[in-house]
């Protein structure tokens, strides 16, 4: 028999994004119901690089330094140096200002939604959600359960049911599918890595694979990457769907190939699509907003997307408050948000992709390398957090501020 609970907010999917919203909106006192189609922890297919800007949204918002991030086991690992390369020439090496840290991402989620549910959300676990009313903002799942709610939350990643749910005026496909991106990648146990590494790549691995690397031109319009866990090596490639539909598989046995890990190209990569600069500028309709992978807000260049995640929920709980207490209109202030704190550095990002990945698909890679010796060091902190990607200029409110 269908039953029907009603909330201020139900937030479909329990990633880094749900678990933020429900979070925030949890401590300010709304009921909050947080719906995970399946039970912690989950296995998710990501990278798990948290730059800096992610760990210190993690100590603003939910209170957590990096000793604490530590003792809870939510570092794997972490990257002191880096080395950047165009195919196999390698550009730029050497030690970060600020580490970059990798997480296993079955433990983080797990952990984020036990802090939503100590702020006071409620967590289900192992819900399917199978329709959305928007009419009537009511959520039902596969058990018949209905959630009825004042605002609802799409965090259901880069397959979002909700998304799929909204008008095609607010989510504009054709956009959308032009900057999607695809993504194959292995992990792999570190004991097998040393044993079966040949050393006989073009690029040479640190001996004991602590180094982050990143490889531009490893496929058209995107990159590789060898990242570093505890237990294991994270080997991946990707780039713009449109420009590797066909030939993506080749270019990562490749890549294998290029690494000294060609003893790996038999095995099956996972393959998963990711927003590389396809965000909606307004995604919201009506009573629900779009955050995350589920809005398309990753990063255009590396397609980083744990800290758009946090980002984009704190926006969106920040402008579900105030709709909530003051009756302002949702969509708009959502979208005012993005816009003056978040979309205008997805543009100039955008805009450094497409100049990077122009002249990696021109024959003037000899420049490019000269462009990135003399604006590395801003790009990487543009990356970790501390410069701006418009004109590269410090500012150390820019991941903050909200209002």
Request: contains cysteine; aromatic residues 8%; neutral net charge.
């Amino acid at each position: 028999m269908e039953t029907q609970t009603r909330y201020d907010a139900v937030v479909v999917g329990g990633g880094p994004a749900g678990s933020t919203a429900a979070y925030l909106l949890g401590e300010s006192g709304y009921r909050v119901a947080l719906l995970e189609k399946r039970a912690y922890p989950r296995d998710k297919v990501c990278g798990g690089c948290l730059s800096q800007k992610s760990v210190r949204f993690l100590d603003r918002v939910f209170h957590l330094p990096v000793p604490a991030l530590q003792r809870e086991g939510l570092l794997d690992s972490t990257g002191t140096g880096y080395a950047l390369y165009i195919g196999s020439t390698r550009i730029l090496a050497g030690d970060l200002v600020e580490p970059l840290y990798f997480t296993r991402r079955e433990h983080y989620d797990a952990h984020l939604a036990r802090k939503a549910a100590e702020a006071g959300a409620e967590v289900h676990e192992g819900v399917e959600v199978t329709a959305i009313d928007h009419a009537h903002h009511i959520v039902t799942a596969s058990d018949g359960e209905r959630y009825a709610a004042r605002v609802i939350i799409g965090a259901d990643g880069i397959h979002s049911r909700v998304r799929r749910s909204l008008p095609e005026s607010v989510v504009r496909p054709e956009q959308w599918h032009e900057n999607l991106g695809w993504a194959l990648e292995l992990t792999i146990p570190r004991e097998e890595a040393r044993a079966l590494t040949n050393g006989n790549g073009s690029i040479r691995l640190d001996d004991d694979f602590a180094t982050p690397h990143i490889v531009l031109a490893a496929c058209r319009g995107g990159y590789g990457w060898v990242f570093p866990n505890r237990e294991a090596v994270i080997v991946g490639i990707g780039g713009l769907l449109q420009k590797n539909r066909k030939d993506l598989r080749d270019h990562f046995k490749e890549f294998l190939k290029t690494i000294g890990f060609s003893a790996f190209a038999d095995r099956r990569p996972a393959g998963f699509l990711v927003p590389l600069g396809n965000y909606i500028p307004s995604p919201a309709h009506e009573g629900t907003v779009l955050i995350g992978d589920a809005g398309g807000f990753a990063s255009p260049i590396l397609g980083e997307g744990i800290f758009y995640a946090h980002r984009t929920a704190e926006l969106a709980a920040h402008a579900i408050d105030r709709h909530l207490t003051t009756a302002a209109p949702l969509t708009e202030t959502y979208t005012a948000l993005l816009q003056r704190r978040l979309i205008p550095e997805l543009q100039a990002e955008t805009a450094l992709r497409d100049f990077l990945y122009g002249c990696l698909d021109a024959p003037v890679q000899i420049p490019l390398g000269a462009f990135m010796k003399v604006t590395g060091a801003r790009v990487i902190d543009a990356v970790q957090g501390s410069r701006s990607f418009l004109g590269f200029r410090r500012d150390d409110n820019l991941h903050s501020a909200v209002w």
